[in-house]
């Protein structure tokens, strides 16, 4: 149990163009959805919360109108980047957080998705 | 000073081993504390979780919490070259916001 999938795992784009990544939970609820970035070697960086039925609270420095984020229901969360630049080639997680049973306070991660913004 | 300080590593060691893998943190207020396995371009997998203080063991792997020294570790028995990986640990207060606050990651390498 507690899995949760991202789609697409890899992506290539050209600059300007906008890439929507979905994350979502696949066999528990999650009222609450992280994302995150990496860059090689480095730790995660929190980008926003996001929380079903209302708008994501953004972390400093991340820009709520580049980063675009949807929480339409209790299983799925997306991320848009739009109009994509090289700079914001990197590897993209999503977390879900679990509020039943064993599994509660607990973030389960997705895979991650790799941006290359050409 | 960061919240949380984790030795990046890179640490190497023989098929065998015991590993020790430790973070200090600066803020009273983290009760929830979580170790983190990341293989290369993959997310991170929840290895180990622990409420307060106290000692865990599950199979290889033991985390011990100490909130009076603000320290957690995690050790692995046995070490097998498979554990080579990324090990980040992560924290959070009680309460409702499960945002996490987390270690750099110490890089891992377990030699056949």
């Known amino acids: 149990g507690a899995v949760v999938s991202q789609h697409p795992s890899w992506v290539i784009c050209k600059s300007g163009t906008s890439v929507k990544i979905e994350c979502r939970s696949l066999?528990?609820?999650?009222?609450?959805m992280f994302w995150y970035r990496q860059f090689p070697k480095q730790s995660l960086m929190l980008m926003a919360t996001?929380?079903?039925?209302?708008?994501?609270?953004?972390e400093q420095g991340v820009e709520k109108d580049k980063f675009l984020i949807n929480h339409a229901s209790l299983t799925l969360s997306t991320l848009t980047v739009t109009s994509a630049h090289p700079e914001d080639s990197s590897f993209y997680i999503c977390?879900?957080?679990?509020?039943?049973?064993?599994?509660?306070?607990?973030?389960?991660f997705g895979p991650g998705t790799r941006l290359t913004v050409l | 000073q960061k919240e949380v300080e984790q030795d990046p590593g890179p640490l190497s060691v023989p098929e065998g081993a015991i590993v020790s893998l430790n973070c200090t943190y600066s803020?009273?207020?983290?009760?929830?504390f979580m170790w983190y396995r990341q293989y290369s371009r993959k997310g991170p997998e929840l290895l180990m979780y622990?409420?307060s203080s106290g000692n865990k063991e599950d199979g290889r792997f033991t985390a011990q919490v100490d909130k009076s020294s603000k320290y957690i570790s995690l050790f692995i028995r046995d070490s097998q070259p498979s554990d080579s990986a990324t090990y980040l640990c992560?924290?959070?207060?009680?309460?409702?916001?499960?945002?996490?606050?987390w270690g750099l990651g110490t890089s891992l390498a377990v030699n056949p």
């Open positions: 996001s929380n079903e039925g209302s708008k994501a609270t953004y």
């Open positions: 066999d528990f609820q999650a009222t609450t």
């Open positions: 977390s879900a957080h679990s509020t039943s049973g064993a599994s509660y306070n607990e973030q389960f």
């Open positions: 622990t409420y």
């Open positions: 803020n009273s207020a983290f009760q929830y």
């Open positions: 992560a924290m959070s207060p009680a309460g409702n916001n499960r945002k996490l606050i």
